[in-house]
């Protein structure tokens, strides 16, 4: 194995171990109320963020290729994405408190990464492409972007089912806000779905000749757009704004998971690979 | 009458775009669960006859091409369609509206925002908000205004986005009516037509690129295509992801196998020579009803005990052809061929050499795929002005008492813009109570 891989396996691991931390801290504010426990997550949350990328380039590096193009890359990327949104939106919407429902979700996901063989294979020619590379990556993003959405939208249902004492009027936004936020993250996800269809689309005509042929993944990823789209009409036509659009963000991110997944797991096809 | 407007407004309507949306991401996942394209008797035995005759029935054996799916999307185009058409003349009234304070003058509330001292406080909130160069003016009253928008295009965002799924829908079925696929395979040297069409493709040469690790890096085949009618041609390389346009016909390296030449030979003297791909047939000419199937090739060919005829590597160490002989449509023989092995049957004898890979090539042209990807690139854009380019307005005027007020507009941007807003108006901006 060469020198980067190594290191990129200790980053990997040290990364998962901090995300780990910062989702027991993240519980000790909200279900002790310890004020502290809440930042120092936010600051364990972002020294795992940086060792996660650090350990991503190395991999990149170790390869000689863009990390993204077996089960373990993917998954590990799509952990980082969600950490990256959930940053940006912390950052962006001052909502603290979203550390404490992504921190499971990337920590699930990026422990599902563990499990994955590290292995770096060859490419075969078909995957030799930098539309792949868009490809992937916008779905990165737009993946992390629907993780976020789907933390909000929880946290939204929870406020709906009455969560609202003094420790929630003082750290979780209120309704509207949260319904805002999830917008704005469902916004950044759709049009980033919307680009890796496309570039997936390109990627097939120049690889099989078609750009798109009702390949299951392919089927999936539009059935999870149409969902999305659904859920910016649903908020559109007034009255359901809030709580269903809530509930169509989760249904959406179960889609996402099941595109992501799922569809390598239980159904055929060309993309079985990747 | 009364009745058909009432069509006419559903069919316009978001309700129904929602519908069939939910129709078409319930065929699409119920498509991509039950596996397409199977028999009856398929169905059967993987389901249950009822089933199986419900699949037929509602063709959920062929969901994305059935009359049903179809009908739906051409719904989807044409609420589309109406929903834009109607949509546009209020857009474009908007989209002017913009420009001219005096629709925000009209619309304000008298007294329930935040007022803040004077002139150049307001001035500062447009700043701090990201507006430049109000433009000032009296109203009516004679009162002085700011006023100034941004992102107009911002409008058009979601109008654009749905021309661009009509495009892309169009561009797409177009493609599917009128595209024409052939698929030619051979080794160097073989020539052959292409489907019903003029043209003829040859192969010049084929190579398949191996790393270290004898795992493959690219397949790369050197053409010629030939104009049948005026016995022009045009040569082009294809290898994976780089597929080359001769005569408007688009050429892709689509996947590989084994060839090899078979001889059949009369009493010791060679009467038939060809090259034949593994799966395809060889007809022996001087006998008729005589027939080589050559079913598969192993190049460092052993016998598994559990698997059956197996091949250790891709390295040609070991030659083995699998072939089955016919006779008048019966199998009269079916074995691995290696070393010297040889077939005889009465006088014939069928030798198998010279194996070697031949290349498959894929031929396609579908003139719609460039108004297809216009689609996707004007949904792509339509997205980024909806989502990133907010349109919104900021209005300040001054009160009787010298004080001013400000509104904010920003439909989409919401909660967002108008604490945004809030905190522009510092308690310093803000007038004394
Ligand atoms: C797959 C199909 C569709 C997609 C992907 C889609 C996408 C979108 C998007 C992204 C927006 C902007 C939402 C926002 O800014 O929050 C939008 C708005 C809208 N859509 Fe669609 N749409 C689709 C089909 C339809 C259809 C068939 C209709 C027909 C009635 C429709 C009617 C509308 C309307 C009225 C708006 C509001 C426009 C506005 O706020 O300016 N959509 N759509």
Redesign the interface.
Known sequence: MNGYLQVENTLFTAAMVLYFVSMILYFLFFAMRREKAGKAGNIVMSAAFVLHTAALVCRGIGAGRFPLTNQYEFATSFAWGICLVCLIFVWR?RFQALGTFAAPVIFVIIGYAAMQSREVK?L???L??SWLAFHVSSAIISYGAFGVSFAVSLIFLLRERGKNNAFWESHIPEK??L??ISY?AV??G??FL??V??TG??WA????????S?D?KE??S??TW??Y??YL??R??RGWRGKSAAIFAVIGFVCVIFTYIG?NTF??GIHSYA | MQAMKKIWKFMSSMKFALILLVILAAACSGGSFITQGQSYEWYTSAYSETAAAAIKLLGLDHVFTCWWFIVITVFLCVNLLLCNVLRAPHLVKRFRGMADPAGMLRRRAPGDHTAVAGAEDAQKVFEKMGFRNPKAGTDQEGRAFLYAYRHRAGLWGAWLCHLGILVLIVGFALGQMTKREYTVYGVPGQSRPIGDTHYALSIDSFEIGLRGDDTVEQYTSGLTMYNIDDGSSRSAQVSVNHPATLYGMKLYQNSTGYAADIAVLKDGKEIQRETVCAGEVLEVEDKEGLAIAFMAFYPDYYMDAGTGPMTRSSAMNNPGYLYQAYYQNQIIGMNVLTGEDVITIDEYTVVFSDPQSYTLIQIKQDRFTPMALAGGLIILAGLFLAFYLQSAALLAWEEENGSWRIVGECRKGGALFEERLAECITPERRKPE
């Open positions: 919407f060859e075969m020619p078909a030799r492409s509207n806000r319904d805002m704005r916004a950044l759709f049009l919307t680009f269809i496309v689309a390109i005509e120049q690889a099989w000749g078609s750009y798109w009702w299951p089927t999936w539009l059935v149409i969902i789209a659904l009409h649903l559109i036509s569809v159904l055929p």
